[in-house]
């Protein structure tokens, strides 16, 4: 099972950085990472393998979430289906 | 990997655009609780729903975090009550709506659909005892919706049926007069109702359904609003790509989240209703589509083609999407719920008459629609038989659910709250119908019913 973290809002020094500890700290495996800047916004996404996660995919959402909250950036966690089903046929 | 602009079009969809999915819907199969014995019925269907439908919400929360797309409702459905409780007294069928009360509470759903009754040819006593206490039902309840199908393309229309409706309508809009006579949002009267509607208030588990069944309604007009937007300056079949890419993409959400809840709840899957469902929230309108279409108003002259040419779109890109289509499947145009028919009506661009053609061409009918409180009964009725009539002769769903918003007049509004919005009390022609709808009888099924 693949997660995709999508990171947007205001450039911040460090962000992959601590994206990437709690990811490691819970044993999801990052497969890739893409970084756009879209108008003024910045965008990351990070491709993730979440089959070995040490919490369920909820609390790692809400973890990441309120990283995401104090650094008053978006960060999402979703479910790679959802991308898949909506622009693959 | 995903490309990246089809991830930011996703999540741009979800947060900016009001993209949801509008309701996971189990349909649960009552027969096997009719008893002639009222308690006995209660208990079991009370036992029935719980159990099957224990684990809904949950559920319908794990996938809305799984994969990042709010899933606004939860609802049950069941076998139309009138069946269930044929051998009951209307003291009876009022016991089993409370029954559905107090299961919808246990289970924490947002509404439970089937205190229905299907009466397009006649009704049986059941049926009559359960329409006559449809008022009280609605208003000593909170979550439980009803609906009575009155007519059929193949059956006729029921006159005596709609007749006996245009009165309950009165009589809920009266009994919760304190509460800006909210029990007539709960009560939808039918031509043609689909057995596997995942949407109220008509929702039910219909007759040929499986024991249960699992049926996702999507939402989205502030994405097709916004694709069109994008799409600028294009002509009429560039514009109806446009829409069917989007009502494909939104259909495989409701896809995938349909799948996803069968497994979980180890339900069959039933059907994605391929709709666009407004609320009140600004920029989710199905109005807004047809104004960014090109018309000034909704309501103005052109919106029936726009409207026929949205909901076309919407339901070939849709059918591609998904597995098994089914329920109402087409735009919703529900005044109250949609902030740019509330603002078209207001500003007397959107009349009745105007709702009414409208109906013709797309789902469901006259929704949501508020009128003066004093409206004759009759008056209603000829209402219910003008929208019905456009469903028997056309082949297709109309309903009507009109709030007779009691002791206000044309010109004031009635705040809902929630999802069912504000509506706008409208003006109607109150020359009497009285005498045609008294005759009763039933009118005959038009000529091209007979197709065999």
């Known amino acids: ?13 460090g962000i992959i950085a601590e994206v990437s500890a709690v990811c490691a700290k819970h044993e999801a495996n990052i497969l890739d990472i893409t970084q756009s800047v879209l108008s003024e916004y910045f965008a990351m996404i990070m491709l993730a393998d979440i089959d070995r ?10 973890t990441l979430a309120e990283l995401g909250k104090s650094k008053s950036l978006m960060i999402h966690v979703m479910h790679e289906d959802i991308f898949n089903t909506m622009h693959h046929i | 990997m995903i490309n990246t602009q089809d991830i930011l079009e996703t999540i741009n969809m979800i947060r900016e655009e009001n993209l949801d999915i509008r309701t996971i819907t189990m349909g649960i199969s009552l027969w096997d609780c009719v008893s002639e014995d009222t308690d006995r019925l209660c208990t079991k269907i009370y036992d029935k729903i719980t159990k099957r439908a224990e684990h809904l919400v949950a559920t319908g929360a794990e996938i809305e975090k799984m994969y990042g797309i709010p899933i606004v409702n939860k609802r049950v459905s069941v076998t139309p009550i009138s069946l269930i409780g044929g051998a009951s007294t209307p003291e009876g069928y009022l016991k089993i709506a409370h029954t559905l009360q107090k299961a919808a509470d246990t289970l924490g759903i947002n509404f439970i659909g089937g205190f229905s009754a299907l009466v397009q040819k006649g009704m049986t006593v059941g049926a009559r005892n359960m329409i006559s206490v449809i008022p009280e039902a609605l208003a000593e309840t909170q979550n439980v919706c009803s609906s009575v199908n009155v007519a059929s393309t193949k059956a006729g229309t029921n006159m005596d049926a709609i007749a006996l409706m245009g009165s309950a309508i009165k009589r809920a809009a009266f009994l919760t007069k304190d509460n800006n006579s909210i029990a007539c949002a709960k009560l939808v009267v039918f031509a043609n109702v689909p057995e596997d509607n995942p949407f109220m208030a008509g929702a039910f588990c219909g007759v040929g359904e499986p024991d249960s069944a699992i049926n996702v309604g999507v939402s989205g007009p502030g994405v097709v609003a916004s694709a069109i937007r ?7 079949s560039e514009l109806a790509d446009v829409i069917k890419k989007t009502a494909f993409k939104i ?13 979980r709840l180890d339900t069959p899957f039933g059907i994605v209703d391929l709709s666009l469902a407004p609320t009140p929230a600004v920029g989710d309108s199905v109005a807004y ?12 002259h052109g919106t029936t083609a726009a409207l026929a040419m949205l909901n076309d779109a919407v339901k070939k890109g849709g059918v591609m999407a998904s597995s098994h289509v089914g329920g109402l499947s087409g735009a919703f145009i529900p005044v ?30 006259l929704d949501m629609i508020a009128i003066p409180g004093d409206t004759p009964e009759d008056v209603i009725n000829g209402i219910i038989a003008d929208e019905i009539a456009i469903g028997v002769v056309n082949t297709k769903t109309t309903a009507v659910r009109l709030i007779p918003a009691y002791g206000k007049k044309a010109g004031e509004s009635v705040e809902f709250g929630g999802l069912l919005g504000t509506a706008p009390i409208m003006s109607l022609n109150t020359y009497s119908p009285a005498k045609f709808i008294r005759r009763g009888g039933r009118i005959p099924a038009p000529i091209h019913s007979l197709k065999n």
């Open chain 1, 1 to 13: 099972m693949k997660a995709v973290i999508t990171v947007t809002g205001k450039d911040t020094v």
């Open chain 2, 230 to 236: 994008r799409a600028g300056d294009c002509d009429l």
């Open chain 2, 336 to 365: 109250s719920e949609d902030a740019g028919m509330i603002a078209a009506a207001e500003r007397g661009a959107l009349t009745l008459e105007k709702l009414e053609a409208m109906t013709a061409v797309c789902s469901v009918g």
């Open chain 2, 251 to 263: 259909t495989r959400v409701g896809q995938l989240v349909a799948n996803e809840a069968a497994k």
């Open chain 2, 289 to 300: 589509i047809l104004e960014e279409m090109g018309l000034e108003s909704c309501g103005a």
């Open chain 1, 53 to 62: 996660l040490n919490i369920g995919f909820s609390d790692f959402a809400d």
